[in-house]
């Protein structure tokens, strides 16, 4: 099977003298949604991440390199940190799987521009919590409390279409230049 290299346009372009390269996205403005609610204003996401886990093989009379051959993809649990309010949704879904209620959830993390409008995102399908951190109480400190709550899932995706807006911004950010 040949894998197309849909991405090296993009990224010559990034190395073309006088075109100057795509600004990044800034990471400070997102959005996280469980089961089609917008379940909070989240101060950090973390564990958009995955790995292909290979396995060496070594050839006979080949000493110049080993094969490695791909045994499967490994997801890194999601992390969903946010200042503690009074809405307990998240403590309830950790609390039912605590007493064997199981309700596995899908949802989307989404990067949001300066106007709150999505330019990117990605899905995650059957998330479970299995974890939940409260707040670090300290009477000594009047600062803002966090809770976090952690996600197995059974894998992120990124849809073409937030891969097609995504693309389109990065045009249009080069029509300004």
Known sequence: MTVGLSWV???IGNWVPGVRPL???PGFNFAVEIEGLMVGGFTS???LEGEIRTMEYREGGVNGYIHRLPEGATNTNLVLRHGLTANSSLWNWYD???RGVIQR???TIMMLDRRQIPVMWWN???ALPV???GPALNASSDEILFESIELA???LSKPLASQALAAAQGLAQMARQ
């Open 9 to 11: 346009p993009a990224a």
């Open 23 to 25: 600004e990044p996205f």
């Open 45 to 47: 996401v973390e564990g």
């Open 96 to 98: 039912n799987a605590v």
């Open 105 to 107: 959830c899908n949802g």
């Open 124 to 126: 995650f399908r059957n």
């Open 131 to 133: 974890r939940w951190t």
């Open 153 to 155: 899932h059974e894998g």
